[in-house]
């Protein structure tokens, strides 16, 4: 549509400048690179002499016979010169330039503008760049491309979106999301059921003047999402096969194997005795003691349980030296990681066809992705379509229609957490000892007599031993027989209709539409595992989510003579339903059926029904002088049902101004200055997302029911006085292109959130944990460069870099308490809302190989005089140390083409910001029987005088670990996210087959991830913690771009 | 140039409610909407608070008192759970999610639900008769959860009245009241205990989980006997069990699952309101592979199934030593069981009459009536070993009342109120069949060492003007 808007606007310039000269006619078509379609509307000149191509790209100039040169310039393309050869035809393939055409037109809120004429902050990526990432959720495309963001990865679940912060972390308690926007509607779906193919651009609209008309929830900024739409005056088909390969995109942590780990748990174990009363004598174990005891211990049934070596008993491992026997032999060694994770397919199909006619367009888009994931057991597969049709009714009247169905499933939505059925987790920490299969007294795999299929070891003591890790549980049998599943139906539905009246008026109604389902299933089977004891157990659920957007908009748009008016002013309802159901029930009297009606018993059954309305009304003018001057204003009210009455509605607004300084008369002299805006805004937009829909009420919360009797209990106060959390956002900038060459953005901006719907806590002795109040101020600050050098540009060969740098700082400056401590954060004024507090390591006591930590020493008056070290943790004193907030972080691309092949790369990048990686703290433990140990735990203290900053290896010690600053780390990374490799075959070999582009591609996401510690993922979390969550993972794609 | 187009909806446009909950304010127009209320609060003694499977109300802490005790060991250390309640280093931590954090909020939530009852129902539209017995309930639960806070978080009553205990609240409010003392939490217990049992004199339970007058009177007779009011507690005692006769022995090796005639309170738990893998069974039942018992079977000390007789049938709920199987390893508790394979329905004991004949015999031989301490203990004992004879004097009843609770109430929750309140040191027996150093760690701990005490949650320190780090226990 932007092409076919440029070239309208190109055509009604050019073709009254059509030539008249007589000496020789020169022919040709134009195409754009990137599809090889014709492009219409391309200026095509020769010293004075000019045209435009026509609908098919084919143009015709006659130009003096002496001319050798023909320029052709179109918006959005590079600008390319030919030379004319004796055939006088000169054909041209245009290279699309992201960065210009991207600065043309931007999505605002209710409308599009021009850029030039924006006031606000924002960044842009358009599906050129989108596509060069080969991901399912579009969210995951933004890190490294646009200034101010920051992307946590969100794991690799098949199928799952990262998260996104705008401009720091804007609430404390309530959401410090942004607000998602697709195709002017709010969206409430999954990210990922849209599909990428299907997306033009994509907007963050980051300050007050640019998203403050989205003021009910654009207080963490807004992310526009736009579809592509049919050509007027095309008609094309363009298919898109991707088909690749996934694998771990961060390495597993390094563990020790079977000999060291049974040396590190035999000395583990002695040293606990060494410190125990031994019960033969009445006295502590000496040394001598503690050894036979541990190497008695160490594989029976109350130790490690489980033996893998030839040699059984205490001769395992030598009771003076803590080494293994020379002559055992190890039986077996089976690796859970390979048998419970895969290297993954994915394939991806989409088919779009798109084009229009002189009065409207359509667009019909159909795609189909498959995800396995690096875990067995678990994929995601997803059906979408999308068809979007517009006319022009009337002169005066204009409809359009756009309705995206997607289908999806994903399986294997595994726990997260410590759950024994999170693969991740489960695998990590199991002993290198434990087998997959069960292994008779000579390690030959037992045979399932029935199945006669190799028998799984379970861990219990009916087989070769109570495990001590994670007992009766096997997730090789478990996930094959389970089931995790969400099968998802999605689909939105916008329409609109526009009426232009009095020559400058338009009055435009929109009605947008969401509408989810998603059916989960919770199975767990009968016959091993969890469930065995209620032999098997199945949750159904059902989430059923409705949400529409009704809008009614009038815009005036006025020019008198060198001033430009153009104002809107709406009304717009917002209104969400949520409906769930879920049923539990267990007794399945056949395995494999997951579907309630079979199960005997009924263990739980709940249904709940959730509302939430905004009703606002807003309204906005801008103005310009000669377009040089710019200012901007808007205003909006909001009323949100979460709030009581009196306090429902809030007053957001913003006003802006730019000053295009390179349109000034005295500003000609600096030729190398293509274009210099300055521009500045302010506003105050709102947050009312406390994750609660009723958060003024006093609630009692049922279905705490006491056998027949129907409960309930005390769940919230009420809090009416509950208002809207404030963000007042100053924003200044500048956008600028030299040389024409270089363009970028650079800004400085301030948010303050104020109000913050702050969950006050509450002494638990009042028999509350917290309450919603509006209390406390945190503060964001910070500057953004975005910077493009197009360094070549020529017929053969192009050359782009992209940089953009982003560093924030956060500060909160106001707190309902002086300090309020949670997990490994304390909030406190003046520091930031993920500064670490944690007590400090102090490394090992050579001595005796006690963990040290230090504590501060203080007078009689209570003042800190120094510090000393102390081998009790509990007696540690917390300090601040670090956060988890970047110094800065960035993203380069360098983008090539020679002749026909394409190259891009995009390098994403974290320096400084702290990490607390307790996935690597739970392998350091001091010894638990079953659990896996780092490598690390190679170097621990041994003997006196040992210097090492690993303490001694004890099972059960007390009072020494804890978090603490020891498994803090340094949070920086540097990621190849993508690499994209591509040729273009030429035209003239597939054109006879009516193919008019034809592009084949190579393609690495997250190729390589650098980080301080291997196994760690920074990237994980906002604020710098770990869990056990699916990794990222590392995909290689080969795909083709086919236009006919 | 704001121009405006169109009327807004309805006010009621923006009023929404939710299903899954009710306004505060309705719950009380009514006794029935009361009765809710109380319901609502019953139910939370046996909620997975958190989800944590190593909370589940009142048996969770029922079971770390025991842990904390000589007479209970933890097999291994598989999953995890309870082995740092065994090492006495979880109710050490002030963070929280951690065992005292929760237990703390536990307790108090159910006050303060209790006294939003009480502070309501005189209000509301009913018969009088439920609003006596909604309310005398409710002082119950009070009393009931302010005896297990001021013991958990302090020393015994005796000889620490002046030390501070825990806040009082007798109504809801949501400002933090300062640490009462000691004798200022039995104060109000007592003065709760007496109010309810006069509030339910004549009324009966509607669930099994309700407290009636006998519940009172037996939880009384738990309060006096802490606070060694010998003869209250005798009284309550005698007066408690009088409607309740003992279970049958084929009853006691049935599971302590299932409600009985000798179960004068307990939490009677469907299917469908079980905490599946976060509940008391969870966590002791071995039959099935239940899950957190897994490699943590709960087994009587060698110490003390040694000192029970052959011929007694309570020796039959634990495993004969040599009879080891992959399930049950010697020793291991057989005593608390799911009734029902392939059925989490089972319900909780709180309080039954052989607790009762306990105090009875304690109380009495304290008083120096060894007859009528003799008479108790033998009527609670003889049904389960024919052969038994009580000692004769005082000061040997004594000794015998205390071993006989030991046994008796193995499991119950009692260990460390019983080391609390007789100023006992912990002394954990090792060796073969009793506690092994790697699962236990702490062997022994002088009475009254700071270290028996919970910790006071740091948030409340953070959070309330009335308790700051100075009012931490030492």
Redesign the interface.
């Known amino acids: 549509m932007k092409r076919k808007l440029l070239a309208f606007l190109l055509l009604s310039l050019f073709a009254i400048t059509s030539a008249m000269a007589q000496n020789k006619t020169i022919t040709g078509r134009v195409v754009g690179a990137d599809d090889g379609l014709p492009l219409p509307g391309v200026s095509v000149r020769a010293g004075s002499a000019g045209t435009t191509t026509g609908s098919d790209g084919n143009y015709s100039l006659s130009v003096p016979s002496a001319t050798t040169r023909i320029t052709f310039t179109y918006i959005g393309y590079v600008t390319q010169n030919v030379t004319i050869g004796a055939t006088n035809v000169a054909n041209a393939t245009l290279v699309f330039d992201s960065q210009q055409l991207a600065e043309v037109v931007v999505q605002v809120p209710y409308g599009s503008i021009s850029k030039k004429a924006f006031t606000g902050a924002e960044a842009t990526v358009t599906s050129a760049q989108i596509q060069k990432s080969q991901v399912t959720s579009v969210s995951r495309v933004l890190e490294g491309l646009i200034p101010g963001i920051q992307t946590s990865n969100g794991g690799g679940t098949p199928g799952s979106s990262a998260a996104i912060r705008i401009r720091g972390i804007g609430s404390i308690n309530a959401s410090s999301s942004p607000l998602y926007v697709v195709d002017g509607v709010p969206f409430d779906g999954t990210i990922s059921s849209i599909s990428t193919d299907d997306i033009e651009t994509v907007t963050v609209l980051k300050d007050a003047a640019a998203s403050a008309l989205y003021g009910a929830r654009a207080a963490n900024g807004v992310i526009m999402i736009t579809t592509k739409v049919g050509k007027k005056g095309t008609s094309r088909i363009a298919v898109n096969l991707r088909s690749g390969l996934s694998e771990r995109g961060i390495p597993e942590y390094e563990r020790v194997g079977a000999k060291d780990y049974m040396e590190l748990m035999w000395e583990s174990t002695r040293n606990a005795n060494l410190v125990a009363r031994n019960p033969a004598t009445g006295a502590n174990f000496t040394r001598a003691e503690a050894g036979v005891a541990a190497s008695a211990i160490l594989t029976a049934p109350t130790g490690l349980g489980y033996n893998p070596y030839s040699i059984k008993g205490s001769g395992l491992v030598d009771a003076a030296t803590g080494k293994l026997n020379s002559s055992a032999v190890l039986l077996y060694q089976d690796s859970w990681a390979d048998a419970l994770f895969q290297s993954a397919n994915r394939n991806d199909l989409n088919l779009n066809i798109s084009g229009g006619a002189e009065k409207s367009d359509y667009l019909l888009s159909v795609g189909y992705i498959q995800e396995d994931g690096i875990a067995k057991f678990s994929d995601y597969d997803r059906l979408n379509a999308r068809l979007k049709v517009n006319s022009e009714v009337r002169p005066w009247l204009n409809a359009g229609l756009n309705i995206g169905t997607t289908f999806s499933n994903s399986t294997g939505d595994f726990a997260t957490g410590t759950a024994t059925s999170n693969p991740f987790y489960y695998s990590r920490y199991m002993g290198p000892i434990y087998p997959v299969y069960e292994r008779d007294a000579n390690g030959i795999i037992v045979i399932d007599p029935v199945t006669n299929q190799k028998k799984l070891d379970w861990g219990v003591a009916t087989q070769m031993g109570a495990r001590p890790y994670a007992a009766n549980s096997n997730l090789v049998g478990t996930l094959a027989l389970d089931e995790r599943s969400t099968r998802r139906s999605e689909g939105t539905a916008n329409t609109f209709l526009e009426v232009k009246f009095l020559k400058d008026f338009a009055f435009k109604t929109s009605l947008g539409g969401n509408f989810y389902n998603g059916l989960g299933t919770a199975y767990q089977n009968s016959l091993f595992g969890d469930a065995v004891n209620v032999t098997g157990r199945s949750t159904k659920s059902d989430t059923r989510n409705i949400s529409y957007t009704f809008n009614q908009v009038l815009n005036w748009n006025k020019n008198f003579g060198d001033h430009g008016f153009n104002a809107l002013a709406g009304h717009e309802n917002y209104s969400f339903e949520g409906r769930f159901m879920s049923a539990t029930r267990t007794g399945f009297p056949f395995p494999g059926v997951v579907e309630l009606a079979p199960a005997a018993t009924l263990s739980a059954a709940t249904s709940f029904t959730d509302q939430h309305k905004i009703e606002s009304y807003f309204s906005q003018l801008n103005y310009n002088f000669k377009g040089k001057y710019l200012l901007s204003g808007s205003f909006r009210t909001d009323g949100s049902s979460r709030f009581y009455v009196d306090n429902r509605w809030g007053n957001f607004w913003s006003v802006g101004a730019g000053y295009r300084i390179s349109e000034e008369a005295f500003f000609k002299k600096f030729t190398w200055i293509d274009e210099l805006k300055l521009r500045g805004s302010y506003g105050q937009q709102g947050n009312e997302d406390t994750g609660d829909y009723y958060s003024w009420q006093g609630l009692y919360s049922l279905g705490f029911n006491n056998v027949n009797s129907p409960g309930a209990i005390l769940s919230s106060i009420a809090n009416p006085e509950l208002e809207w959390e404030k963000n007042v956002s100053f924003n200044v900038g500048a956008d600028f292109r030299l040389f024409n060459k270089l363009d970028g953005t650079i800004e400085y901006y301030e948010r303050t959130s104020q109000d913050l719907l702050f969950s006050v806590p509450l002494p638990l002795s009042t028999g509350l944990s917290s309450i919603l109040r509006n209390v406390g101020t945190m503060k964001n600050s910070g500057v953004e460069l975005q910077l493009g050098y197009n360094a070549v540009r020529n017929t053969d060969f192009d050359y782009r870099i992209d940089l953009n740098l982003s560093k924030f700082k956060n500060e909160i400056t106001k707190l309902p308490q002086a300090e309020i401590i949670s997990g490994t954060k304390k909030l406190s004024v003046g520091n930031d809302i993920y500064a670490f507090w944690l007590r400090e390591y102090a490394g090992v006591d050579p001595a005796n190989g006690d963990a040290l930590y230090y504590q501060d020493t203080k007078d009689a008056a209570g003042n800190v005089t120094g510090r000393t070290t102390v081998n009790n943790i509990n007696n540690a004193t917390y300090y601040y140390k670090g956060t988890a907030i970047p110094d800065l972080i960035g993203g380069i691309t360098n983008s090539f083409r020679y002749k026909n092949f394409d190259l891009s790369a995009l390098v994403t990048f974290q320096l400084g910001g702290e990490f607390y990686d307790g996935n690597y703290a739970n392998l350091m433990a001091r010894g638990t029987y079953g659990q896996a140990l780092s490598v690390n735990m190679l170097r621990r203290w041994q003997n006196p005088g040992d210097i090492t900053d690993v303490p001694r290896l004890q099972r059960g010690v007390a009072n020494q670990d804890g978090i603490s600053t020891r498994f803090l780390y340094d949070a920086s990374y540097l990621t190849l996210k993508n690499v994209n490799l591509g040729y273009t075959i030429p035209k003239s070999v597939f054109s006879k087959y009516g193919i008019s582009s034809f592009r084949a591609f190579v393609s690495a996401d997250n190729a390589i991830t650098a980080t301080k510690r291997l196994g760690m993922d920074p990237q994980r979390t906002f604020n710098g913690t770990s869990d056990f969550t699916y990794p990222i993972f590392r995909t290689f794609t080969f795909g083709l771009n086919v236009n006919l | 140039?704001?121009?405006?187009?169109?009327s807004?909806?309805k006010?009621e446009?923006?009023?929404?409610?939710?299903?899954?909950?009710?306004?505060?304010?309705g719950?009380f127009t009514t006794t029935d909407g009361a009765?809710?209320?109380?319901?609502?609060?019953?139910?939370?003694m046996w909620?997975s608070l958190g989800g944590s499977h190593g909370h589940f109300g009142q048996k969770a802490v029922d079971l770390t008192m025991d842990v904390m005790g000589n007479d209970m060991a933890i097999?291994?250390?598989?999953?995890?759970w309870f082995?740092a309640e065994n090492?006495f280093?979880a109710h050490?931590?002030p963070a929280?999610g951690t065992r005292s954090?929760f237990t703390?909020?536990y307790y108090?939530?159910?006050?303060?639900?209790a006294?939003?009852i009480i502070k309501n129902i005189d209000a509301a539209t009913g018969p009088a008769a439920d609003k006596d017995n909604i309310k005398g309930q409710a002082l119950a639960l009070r009393a009931y959860n302010y005896f297990y806070l001021v013991n958990l978080f302090q020393h015994t009553y005796k000889g620490n009245e002046t030390k501070p205990g825990?806040?009082v609240?007798t109504e809801?409010?949501?400002?933090?009241?300062p640490r009462g003392t000691v004798a200022a939490v039995y104060t109000q217990i007592i003065a709760d205990l007496k109010a309810a049992e006069t509030l339910l004199a004549g009324k009966t339970k509607?669930?099994?989980?309700h407290i009636n007058q006998a519940t009172v009177k037996g939880i009384y007779a738990r309060v006096a006997l802490q606070m060694e009011d010998w003869s209250t507690a005798a009284t309550k005692a005698a007066e408690a069990r009088s409607a309740y006769p003992l279970m049958s022995n084929a009853q006691y090796v049935a599971g302590f699952s299932v409600k009985n005639t000798e179960w004068i309170w307990g939490l009677?738990i469907?299917?469908?309101?079980?905490t599946?893998?976060a509940s008391f069974f969870s966590h002791f039942d071995a039959n099935?592979?239940?899950?957190a018992q897994?490699?943590m079977q709960k087994k009587i000390t060698k110490e003390l199934y040694d000192q029970i007789p052959a011929a007694d049938v309570r020796k039959s709920t634990f495993r004969t030593p040599g009879t080891a199987?992959?399930?049950f390893?010697d020793y291991s508790q057989n005593k608390f069981r799911?009734p029902t394979?392939?059925?989490?329905a089972a319900d909780y004991i709180l309080l039954r009459s052989s607790e009762m004949y306990l105090i009875e015999a304690e109380a009495n031989a304290r008083l120096g009536d060894a007859g009528k301490a003799k008479t108790a203990l033998e009527a609670l004992i003889k049904p389960r070993n024919a052969a038994y004879v009580a000692p004769a004097t005082a000061p040997d009843l004594i000794t015998e009342a205390l071993l006989q609770r030991r046994i008796e109430l193995w499991g119950e929750g009692f260990s460390l109120l019983d080391l609390k309140r007789l100023k006992l040191p912990l002394n954990r027996a090792?060796?073969?069949g009793?506690h092994?150093?790697?699962?236990a760690?702490?062997?022994t701990l002088p009475s009254q060492d700071p270290t028996w005490l919970f910790r006071i949650?740091?948030?409340?320190i953070?959070?309330?003007d009335?308790?700051n780090p100075a009012d931490q226990n030492p």
Request: charged content about 10%.
């Open positions: 140039m704001v121009l405006t187009i169109l807004g909806c006010k446009y923006l009023e929404t409610a939710p299903t899954g909950s009710v306004p505060s304010e719950v009765l809710v209320a109380l319901n609502g609060t019953y139910r939370y909620n097999h291994g250390t598989s999953y995890g082995n090492r280093t050490l931590n929280p954090a703390w909020e108090y939530r159910v006050i303060n639900n006294n939003i825990v806040p609240y809801p409010i949501i400002t933090g009241n509607k669930q099994f989980a009677e469907p299917n469908d309101q079980a599946i893998f099935t592979l239940s899950y897994l490699g199987t992959s399930t390893p799911l394979p392939g059925s989490w090792s060796g073969t009793n092994v150093a790697a699962i760690v702490i062997f949650p740091q948030s409340e953070d959070a309330s009335a308790i």
